[in-house]
């Protein structure tokens, strides 16, 4: 199996069959992923070096005003999609197999995690991953140690609080907050 044919099914929500192919693929490209990980986060590199890099890990250049604080870690890399000026702080993980879709100006705190795969619940089955893209729209924080499972959609503007757990969609200019997030509040304009 082609790489790119590997990607495209992931980003097709195709389920990923233990022991398959694809699952084979899978483990052959967190490797190289873990390779680019482990020279990000093992030396010091200046902000270009770190563009460089996250370029090599997603396999496309990063947009213009591109920021990681490392460390981070992705076990795929390559279905991370990135917009202009997204800055990713320290500590974050994304499990990107299923698709991660930073809008422009993105902010993700400390410790973040974004996670694409779930396993069947079914015990017999259990081996087996179904990935689901997260998808953050422009302008949208992510607080530290919150917590987006797959499928989630976050709506431009919107805020997740520190410690959230996201397990449903958030509509724009809109504040979440717990475990299982739940609305705080709407953001007006020019509010602070």
């Known amino acids: 199996m082609e790489r790119t044919e590997y990607l495209k099914r992931l980003l097709a929500g195709e389920t990923?069959?233990?022991?398959?192919?694809?699952h084979l693929m899978m483990h052959d490209?967190?490797?190289d992923a873990i390779r680019i990980c482990m020279d990000i986060n093992g030396t010091y590199h200046a902000p270009g070096e770190l563009a460089a890099l996250m370029s090599e890990l997603t396999g496309r250049p990063v947009p213009e005003g591109f920021a990681l604080f490392p460390p981070f870690n992705a076990d795929c890399g390559k279905n991370i999609f990135l917009g202009k000026n997204v800055f990713i702080n320290s500590g974050c993980k994304f499990q990107d197999q299923g698709g991660?879709?930073?809008g422009d100006?993105?902010?993700i705190g400390h410790n973040v995690v974004l996670a694409t795969l779930n396993h069947h619940l079914d015990p017999a089955q259990r081996g087996s991953m179904v990935p689901k893209s997260i998808r953050l729209g422009s302008d949208v924080w992510v607080g530290s140690g919150a917590i987006i499972l797959p499928g989630i959609?976050?709506?431009?503007g919107a805020v997740v609080a520190a410690g959230t757990v996201v397990t449903k969609d958030v509509a724009a200019r809109t504040v979440v907050a717990g475990?299982?997030?739940?609305?705080?509040?709407?953001i007006k304009q020019g509010e602070q």
Do not use: F, H, W
């Open 16 to 22: 990923v069959e233990a022991g398959s192919e694809m």
């Open 29 to 31: 490209m967190s490797q």
């Open 100 to 102: 991660i879709y930073l």
């Open 105 to 107: 100006g993105c902010l």
């Open 153 to 156: 959609t976050i709506g431009d």
């Open 179 to 186: 475990n299982p997030a739940r609305v705080i509040k709407q």
